[in-house]
């Protein structure tokens, strides 16, 4: 198997830094440490700690498992669950120490970087419309209250996650993220 470039163990080691540890906590030799390379080297294929974070966002946000929001042959409803029990269950397997990378550079960083806040503002839209796109599926097949608006109900379940999992970090427990289940899945999309 090829070896991966420096570049990609620099990125990948970003991702792990700023997700474990927080963009403002993540020192540049942090990253090169992690990655096993030459501090300088990092200048070589990031001009800054914030594009690092960019390149990280892109990376956290492909492994999000969309992808189950459009598995054939399942109801709509039973796809979105699928796909928060996937994210839900990475949380708990981190032992509520990481959240959501979105979520986290959101709270922290988006004030200070415009282009960390724009990826992330764009990165949250793209996400509520993949979650408008299986509710309206599901509102069209009869799953859901035909006064639904999708549109808030997306931007709310979405808004719902995010203070679900910054609550089961401070708890440590996964009683937020069931209470988020039961309330989105069995009162909301009942």
Known sequence: MARASKREEIA???????HTRGFHATGISDITSAAGAPKGSFYNHFASKEECA??????????????????????????????????????????????????????????????IRSALQSGFQRWATRLRQVLAEAKEAGELNADLDVDEAALFILSAWEGALIAA???KSSAPLDAFFRMVFDVLLR
């Open 12 to 18: 990948q080691a970003a991702l792990e830094q700023f």
């Open 169 to 171: 970090r401070a708890d």
């Open 54 to 115: 960019l390149e990280a966002l892109d990376r956290y946000s492909a492994g999000l498992r969309f992808d189950l929001l459009d598995t054939p042959g399942r109801p709509a409803l039973a796809r979105l669950r699928a796909h928060f029990e996937f994210l839900g269950a990475g949380t708990v397997d981190n032992g509520f120490a990481r959240g959501c990378l979105v979520g986290n550079l959101g709270a922290e960083v988006a004030d200070h970087s415009e282009a």
